[in-house]
């Protein structure tokens, strides 16, 4: 059964240090997300992104973040600086339609992000 | 605004018991969606209940909405240990879905 992957499983880094989260998307879905949560918190919208371009984005989703699809099956979340309260379970989540019929979303089993 | 918030937030209750977990959301919706996570997991999907639909069923799920009154249930019916977890409802606005706080529920063997 296609699955969406996500690594590493869990990264340990210094605050202030870049990180890339990666995931690959189920390879026929075109609409792609990532969610975080924090422990023990609810799981929150970070953004989509869809044909190459962010569709949407929450406030959390700042200019220390960014999101790239560099070869088509790779997507990837980019924190610039972390910071002590980027700490959480970040999750990649694709589906294959939105707009006005849209499907489940199918995630990773995240990438836990602990800044020191 | 707060969208998909479920009550209550835990239950335990006894195996082969139901459990009926509620979400209530604001705004409209395209659909809506139940999921269910594992301590320390990714999310599950598990049914999606379309706004022109009052009731589905799936297995031992059973899921309701109520788009006059902006809410919907989820029900387990005949629990099973396996089915320890934390529960999520999920509203649909097209270019997202927003999570609530989740319902934790415990099977007690």
């Known amino acids: 059964e296609p699955e969406v992957t996500q690594t590493p499983s869990h990264q340990v880094t210094q605050m202030g240090q870049e990180v890339i989260l990666r995931c690959v998307p189920i390879?026929?879905?075109?609409?792609f997300y990532w969610y975080r949560q924090i422990l023990g918190q609810k799981v929150e919208f970070l953004v989509s992104?869809?044909?190459?371009?962010?569709?949407?984005k929450s406030e959390i989703f700042d200019d220390q973040f960014s999101v790239e699809r560099p070869d088509g099956s790779n997507f990837t979340l980019k924190i610039r600086s972390t910071k002590l309260e980027d700490s959480a379970m970040y999750f990649c989540?694709?589906?294959?339609?939105?707009?006005?019929?849209?499907?489940?979303?199918?995630f990773g089993e995240g990438s836990r992000l602990t800044v020191l | 605004s707060q969208q998909g918030e479920e009550d209550p937030q835990a239950l335990s209750i006894q195996e082969g018991e139901n459990a009926t977990m509620n979400c209530s959301y604001k705004?409209?919706?395209?659909?809506l969606q139940w999921y269910r996570q594992n301590s320390g997991r990714g999310l599950v999907h598990l049914i999606l209940?379309?706004?022109?639909?009052r009731e589905k069923h799936s297995g031992r799920l059973r899921v309701t909405l109520d788009t006059s009154k902006k809410s919907s249930s989820l029900l387990i019916t005949a629990s099973r240990a396996a089915d320890t977890a934390s529960y999520f409802c999920?509203?649909?606005?097209?270019?997202?879905?927003?999570f609530g706080q989740g319902t934790r529920l415990t099977i007690n063997p």
């Open positions: 989540a694709s589906r294959e339609t939105s707009g006005s019929s849209p499907g489940e979303l199918f």
């Open positions: 999920a509203t649909d606005r097209a270019q997202k879905l927003v």
């Open positions: 705004t409209s919706i395209n659909n």
């Open positions: 992104f869809y044909n190459n371009e962010i569709s949407e």
């Open positions: 209940i379309r706004s022109n639909e």
């Open positions: 390879s026929n879905h075109l609409y």
